[in-house]
């Protein structure tokens, strides 16, 4: 069995944790859900693709794009957890029967990078969801209020 490095494991999450690989590292090739990350991801840039193809008012990435933007939060979410694991919890969890390895800042600062560019995201999404909901009421209410010639 292979060491398993909280560093590494930190900044897998933070850097490309929205297609799995922190799950991959971790767990190997067979992990289920490793694999399910990609789908949503790979929606969500799909959703951005179209939004700049066809524009704003494209139906299809109003929905798509929010996967992209939870797909970036939940990742940056891990690279919190994993960063903040105390070392001995990660080596009992991850390396059980190895010597213990002390992390030193490294995991920090992926913690750091994941806070900021997770609530980003989250945020971003939030925003970016809230409002296109809010234009898709206004535009209902106005079709049902227009008479019927």
Not at 48 to 72: E, F, N, V
Not at 102 to 129: D, E, K, Y
Request: charged share 15%; aromatic share 12%.
């Amino acid at each position: 069995m292979t060491y398993k490095s909280k560093t590494l494991a930190t900044w897998l999450a933070c850097v490309a944790g929205a297609f799995g690989a922190h799950r991959f590292y971790l767990h190997g090739l067979r992990d289920a859900w490793a694999w399910l990350h990609a789908a949503p991801t790979l929606a969500g840039l799909y959703g951005i693709h179209r939004m700049q193809a066809l524009g704003q008012d494209d139906h299809w990435s109003w929905l798509l794009l929010p996967l992209l933007g939870l797909m970036i939060a939940q990742a940056c979410l891990f690279a919190i957890v994993y960063g903040l694991t105390p070392d001995a919890k990660w080596d009992d969890a991850h390396n059980p029967g190895r010597m213990p390895q002390h992390t030193r800042w490294l995991p920090v600062l992926g913690v750091i990078t994941a806070l900021m560019v997770g609530a980003t995201a989250l945020m971003a999404t939030i925003a970016f969801g809230g409002q296109r909901f809010f234009e898709w009421q206004i535009e209902n209410a106005q079709k049902i209020s227009r008479p019927t010639p």
